[in-house]
């Protein structure tokens, strides 16, 4: 690593004639290395990737001294010949590979499409290639993967076609911006020992922009941390890691959910709140002219389980076990659900009515994606307000309004914030702008659907840390669905481990995560990226 491949100087970004959001920073990546850099959203991590490859909006101004290439200055280059480096010498994986991917093209044709780019290659060559490129990226079945659309495979299948995508052309520079971001732990580790084999086999330089620090001190040979648009720390992942200097480092540090933090934790029994018995949700699979039930999909298949008042139950597994479905059914949002399920020794699937709604008001949701499961063009009070209106219609819109005050002050959101929009607030701003809806009603359970997907570790610690003080304020229950096995150990009692509708392990989140007894668990368990500090 004595000549460095890419060289940044004095790059800085504004948009219109606002404040900078990338702030005169310097660094260099080399051939074969893996370079980290790391910070949380909004720091400007993705818009310096972007400057490099030029795909910045056209309301962006940028500046630099230089963006060498090997040598060879990309700002001088004219945007037609710049086509024959992006994607030839330097590859991109985005973070969102269903927002990146053409929806009507095959995956097939996405990947040759770059090869019929950037190489003069026959038909047959180009199909060939492909296979190679699906098989190097372990997709299962390549030769009828080649013919699916990207709505038909999993998220970290679309992922793997990204990798492909930005390895076609053999770059020598791999950007990868959160190319794990949401994938489960098993995924994730796939993910990423595949790029580290592939980046070996091809002496290629790594660029992973990132926030899971985890992944970067097992992966990375220098690390960059990014405040506010400036580089503020950058060395060696060694001493990064055992050596932090800077402030915000020592925070980002320090905001790391810790797998000890489940150790010795209290376990006075309470009584049960939330009972499953045999609870199922079955999808049936029709086929033929006529659409005739062939067969299900058991999505959840006789799940049986008890949540205690004032504690908080962890559902973890990877996507598409069926923890959302359960988490959705038992709230009676999904139709056709069977079993039992007995809330405050009522069994709400004999409920209808005044009774049922009653009941399910004390029942609230928090989504997976915030944004999404907003009205964007309700302003925040009244999205917080909507839910007290609807189920209690004999409060005052004084007291309702006294209400949305005291809701926004418990989630440490300024009290303008209802005159707001969804838009205008970050992602962990909206997560709390969504607990503060779920609050409202004053419910004694409330499910967290990923509540901390996405985010950056410390916006996570600070949303775990809320979750927390209003339990122990408030006596509230939690079902707390995620992939995420480290949150599970900061804020989760017990642990139930869902695998293909079933729960294959449950009891003490200590006892779960310390000696597991089945091998899913254990699967599960190894895939955790641990911080490397040596």
Known sequence: MTEALLRVKDLSVAFNHGDKVVNSINFEVFSGETFALVGESGSGKSITALSVMRLLPENARLKATEICLADENLLAIPEIDFCNIRGRRIGMIFQDPMASLNPVMTIGDQIAEVLELHFSMSRQEIADRV??????????????????????????????????????????????????????????????????????????????????????????????????????????????????????????????????????????????????????VYYPIRKGIFKRVVGYVRAVDGVSFELQQGKTLALVGESGCGKTTLGKGLLGLIPGASGEVWFEGALLNQLSGNELRLK????????????????????????????????????????????????????????????????????????RICIARALAVNPKLIVCDEPTSALDVSVQAQ????????????????????????????????????????????GKVEQVLKTPNHEYTKTLLSAVPILNMN
Not at 397 to 403: E, F, Q, S, T
Not at 501 to 506: D, P
């Open 360 to 431: 399910r008001s004390e029942i609230q949701i928090v989504f997976q994606d915030p944004f999404s499961s907003m009205n964007p063009r309700m302003l925040v009070g009244e999205i917080i307000d909507e839910g007290i209106r609807a189920l209690h219609p004999e409060v005052t819109a004084l007291d309702r309004k006294k209400r949305v005050e005291n809701l926004l002050r418990q989630v440490d959101l300024p009290m303008e914030a209802a005159n707001r929009y969804p838009h205008e607030f970050s992602g962990g701003q909206r997560q």
């Open 131 to 280: 296979l190679k490129l699906l098989k190097q990226v372990e997709i299962p079945e390549p030769e009828r993967k080649f013919r699916d659309y990207p709505h038909q495979l999993s998220g970290g299948q679309r992922q793997r076609i990204m990798i492909a995508i930005a390895l076609a052309a053999e770059p020598n520079l791999l950007i990868a911006d959160e190319p794990t971001t949401a994938l489960d732990v098993t995924i994730q580790k796939q993910i990423l020992e595949l790029l580290n084999r592939i980046q070996k086999q091809n002496n290629m330089a790594l660029w992973l922009i990132s926030h899971d620090l985890a992944l970067v001190s097992n992966l990375a040979d220098r690390v960059a941390v990014m405040q506010k648009g400036e580089i503020v720390e950058a060395a060696p992942t060694d001493v990064f890691f055992s050596q932090p200097k800077h402030p915000y480092t020592k925070k980002l540090l320090a905001a790391l959910p810790s797998m000890e933090s489940c150790l010795n934790r209290p376990l006075k029994e309470q009584q049960p709140l939330l009972k499953l018995k045999d609870f199922k």
């Open 463 to 506: 949303i775990i840390e809320l979750l927390k003080s209003l339990q122990k304020d408030q006596g509230l229950s939690y079902l707390f669905i995620t992939h995420n096995i480290a949150v599970v150990a900061e804020i989760a009692d017990d642990v139930a481990v869902m695998n293909k509708g079933k729960i294959v392990e449950y």
